[in-house]
């Protein structure tokens, strides 16, 4: 893949104790990086973080603990992070969750709404000085190919009018990628770039909080699907690879570089999803 050495460089992922982000932790320590996992259970956490450990051979591993469905988990996160950690090199926002059900977060947002895109959006922005400052730096986000059925209607981002369950994760990951492209531009010059990508279908906990049938759903399909480790060789490959030095506002499917749908490219789109994700968390524009 030509990947490079990340030693000494300090890399930050979301939602990395299981499935792909543990992966993607491995495979990013494994190059020598200082990798700093991020949680929401302590014991799960642990217990992650010691595979982390021993499938890469690297100490330089640690966890913190936050609940990225909370603005004020997302901030905490970002604050910990800064006060303890004295650069940034790689951001992986891997977290995610699909809800069968509309449910709210503590703030009042659609949850998965809340998770798979204000979370990218309010903690990336709250790292920013910090990773301008560690330059040459990498944002990563993982999308989906899901983005193409997702349908954005920005007055109705918090799916009040209809809630069907795939069709707002695709929103969701449709909003990665929009974010993404605007990130990158106001990023342009910086030194510090910003990519998507997809990490095919894997077979992870993502959905398996939505009950007994869901989870034998997955089961069932889980024979079809990627493992975890073949899934996060794409997030490894956009944080690592030397190939990508300089790229910045792509989208990558096994580890290339495609055009993402046509309603990711309409002109100006990105820039209002930014305006808005900014009133909805409290930043100026």
């Known amino acids: ?7 000494g460089r300090i890399c930050l992922i979301t939602g990395a104790t299981s499935g792909i982000g543990l992966e993607t932790a491995v495979g990013l320590a494994a190059l020598g990086a200082h990798v700093v996992m991020v949680g ?3 014991g799960r956490g642990e217990q992650a973080r010691k595979a982390v450990i021993e499938k890469s051979g690297n100490h330089r591993v640690d966890l913190l603990l936050a609940d990225l469905s909370s603005l004020a988990g997302v901030r905490g996160l970002a604050q910990e992070f800064l006060a303890n950690w004295p650069a940034l ?13 509309r449910t709210t977060t503590i703030d009042g947002f659609e949850k998965t709404f809340a998770v798979n895109h204000l979370s990218y959006f309010l903690l990336t922005n709250l790292l920013l000085p910090r990773l301008r400052e560690s330059a040459p730096a990498r944002i990563v986000n993982v999308a989906s190919e899901a983005h193409r059925f997702g349908r954005l209607d920005l007055a109705d981002l918090q799916s009040e ?14 909003l990665n990628i929009l974010f993404t492209v605007a990130l990158a531009e106001k990023l342009a010059g910086s030194g510090v770039t910003a990519n998507c990508l997809h990490p095919g279908a894997v077979s992870t906990r993502l959905g398996k909080n939505n009950g007994a049938w869901a989870r034998l759903l ?7 699907f990627l ?3 073949q899934g996060a060789a794409n997030s490894i490959f956009v944080a690592a690879s030397d190939q990508l030095d300089g790229v910045s506002g792509k989208y990558f499917v096994k ?7 046509r ?17 909805l968390v409290g930043l100026l524009p």
């Open 1 to 7: 893949m030509g990947l490079a050495r990340l030693d």
């Open 40 to 42: 929401r259970d302590r």
């Open 89 to 101: 090199h790689v951001l992986v926002n891997n977290a995610g969750t699909v809800e069968l059900a």
């Open 161 to 174: 009018k209809s809630y069907q369950a795939m069709r707002v994760y695709g929103t969701s990951k449709l």
């Open 218 to 224: 997955i089961g069932l399909l889980r024979p079809f």
């Open 227 to 229: 493992t975890p480790e």
């Open 255 to 261: 580890q290339r570089a495609v055009p993402p749908s």
């Open 263 to 279: 309603r990711s490219r309409r002109p100006g789109l990105a820039r209002r999803v930014w305006a808005r994700s900014s009133e």
